[in-house]
């Protein structure tokens, strides 16, 4: 076990929490770059930490954006993680998310996105910054983990793709700052990084039921049930497109019983986010300024609407 000087307490209280444990990694379903890198880098975490665990994927590994922007740049296929299938045994260490639908014990939690929820588990490591990545190298840096190139690059990927290449309102400058560092030091082209990391979703090539699920998150806020999705474009669809859309976001409301759908759109060529509230009494449209963060800007203000009182 990794020895840490005294200073290191969240570290020491990461250590104490799982010591003596197998832990099963897990990011949030519907998984994305930040959530997978993420994985990866936690579980060479606790491998140096000598802590036994196991990085897993609950779902059936979709070929999206996401499997192939980690096959493109890291030559891995995410299906080497697939583990489908529930074990109450498991004690969970969630990963960009705060609490889960699978079976397990959860003992730790590092999220990237803050909420009112309320979640207590041994290990909690939950604040505002641009990555669930950065914060597992922030733990990395205080326990001195040997970072390389493949590392450097997973860190800085995770921080580009979460926040449309720095772009968007969870952008935190200091953290945007320490990845151009990191590139430099690991001789990284971050200008091909940037580039490659805004991400528009291929909405060609993608079905409308795979459109309107693209990023798909579930939450429940009080006991009522709350999907999100987005898409990353650049430029808006036709009318009769985007509309034709919506129709089959209220069917689906409709049949998975949720009191809110709410879908996104980050539009990067005017800087803009349209968000549409998809509900029992028709749709409400917002558009904002900006590219705004969907865990800081925008289902914080949905989870306020269904707090109790």
């Not at 207590?120 to 390389?148: D, Q, S, W």
């Not at 990284?188 to 990084?193: C, E, K, N, P, S």
């Not at 909405?203 to 429940?220: A, F, H, M, P, V």
């Amino acid at each position: 076990m990794k020895k840490l000087s005294s200073e290191n307490v969240r570290s020491k209280s990461l250590i104490k929490s799982l010591e003596g444990k197998k832990v099963t990694i897990l990011g949030h379903d519907n998984i994305d770059v930040d959530a997978t890198l993420s994985g990866i880098l936690m579980s060479r975490l606790l491998d140096f930490l000598g802590i036994e665990n196991e990085f897993c994927i609950l779902e059936k590994v979709k070929e999206n954006d996401t499997y192939e922007i980690i096959r493109e740049m890291f030559g891995i296929d995410m299906r080497k993680w697939e583990k489908v299938g529930e074990d109450k045994k498991r004690n969970l260490l969630l990963l960009d998310h705060y609490e889960t639908i699978h079976a397990g014990n959860v003992i730790a939690c590092i999220d990237h996105h803050p909420n009112n929820a309320g979640k207590k588990y041994h290990f909690m490591y939950t604040r505002n910054a641009c990555a669930a990545a950065f914060l597992i190298y922030e733990i990395m840096l205080e326990v001195g983990y040997p970072i390389g190139e493949e590392e450097a690059k997973m860190i800085i990927v995770s921080m580009l793709v979460d926040t449309t290449a720095f772009r968007s309102s969870k952008t935190i400058k200091e953290e945007a700052d320490q990845a151009k560092v990191l590139a430099t030091e690991f001789h990284l082209d971050y200008g091909v990084l940037e580039k490659y990391c805004l991400c528009l979703t291929p909405i060609n090539k993608l079905t409308i039921d795979e459109i309107i699920s693209n990023g798909q998150k579930w939450y429940d806020y009080s006991g009522n049930k709350v999907g999100s999705a987005y898409l990353q474009l650049y430029g808006l669809p036709e009318e009769n497109v985007l509309n034709n859309w919506l129709e089959k976001l209220e069917e689906k409301r409709y049949e998975t019983d949720s009191a809110m759908l709410v879908f996104i759109i980050f539009e990067t060529e005017k800087n803009l986010t349209y968000e549409y509230r998809i509900t029992e009494d028709g749709i409400d449209k917002f558009v904002k300024l900006g590219i705004l963060s969907r865990g800081k800007d925008i289902m914080p203000v949905i989870e306020k609407r269904y707090l109790p009182e």
